[in-house]
């Protein structure tokens, strides 16, 4: 296992996430804790010393189970992360009450790592305001002990992020983000990237295999990796990107079954990042996926000098790519909840305006009659 220096320890470079553990007969809320424990406890074995719940995971099961797998190690053999809810926002006003029961939930006195979880536009407003006290009462356990590192997980855009950080940034010590060789352009990972090196914050990287979908290829794409690195398989081109990058320290796998847990354990055995041919082919790749289906906006801005209901319309063309190439998801729709209804994609009249300037030619009013149908809202 490689491990990296992260202050005065020395953390697996792979951790395991415990969103995606095994469940009985699909039902994500009945995990399969036996699999569960036969997984850590391998894990373990394997050096893999970052384990990563949250409140929400599994129905509120994730906790409870990993609590049972992690309490037959040696507390001083594992570093366990949680984190804040405040992906929903009746959560703001319970940190407390959420806090004390996650330390009951996972049977232990402190936890090694704790984020705020999934800081995005829907909630940037409540993660700053000081009636909640979430940020005073996190830095108090921290004091006490009871967190031993504090950071934040960020689904949401740099400029988000970068409004998380000038309020908290002296005292996040690491930042969690989704980041994966599609979503180094596709999401603008890469800026985000930048933004945690301004302010000197290691990188967690969530969604390595964005949900899977790089777990493989098409089969001209996995040809052409294959001719690079014939001993490589499709997902470990993906880890290999992440070893690239500077800045990261741990990468969260989600490991539904044994399987793929022994194959990342087995990535992970060495340090083998791209070189510059390998990069360029991997990215092109990406950009070739996204192509394929998303709309081709260059964010030009000449749109909505011409829209009569002033729609910041390469905004909502990036959530609609982003809705299109997950089929769904969750970030649109958490996006969109923060934006007024008057600027939404229901919004557009369908007046053509904005299409008579747009250089890719593209047919955004049809665009944002899908996308309004598609959210429902």
Known sequence: MIYKEYQDLKLSALGMGAMRLPVIDGDDSRIDEAEACRM?????????????????????????????ALAKHPRENFYLADKFPGYDLSNMDKVEQI???QLEKCQVSYFDFYLFHNVCEMNIDAYLDEKYGIYEYLMRQKKAGRIRHLGFSAHGSYDVMKRFLEAYGKDMEFCQIQLNYLDWSFQDAKAKVELLKEY????????PLRGGALASLAEGDAARLKQLRPGENVPAWAFRFLQTVPGVTVT?????NFEQLQENIHTFETDAPL????????????????????????????CVSHCPQGLDIPGLIALYNEHCFTKGGFIAPMAMSAIPEEKRPSACVGCRSCEAVCPQQIKISEAMTDFAAKLGM
Do not use: R
Request: hydrophobic share 40%; glycine share 6%.
């Open 40 to 68: 850590v406890d391998y894990a373990m074995e394997h050096g893999v010393n970052y384990y990563d719940t949250a409140w929400g995971y599994h129905d509120g099961n994730s906790e409870l189970v990993m609590g049972k």
């Open 99 to 101: 806090f004390e029961k």
């Open 200 to 207: 000197h914050i290691p990188v967690w990287v969530m969604e």
């Open 252 to 256: 969260l796998s989600g490991m539904s």
């Open 275 to 302: 070189n510059d041919t390998e990069m360029e082919a991997l990215l092109s790749i990406a950009d070739q996926m996204v192509k394929k289906i998303v709309l081709p906006c260059t964010a030009c801005h000449y």
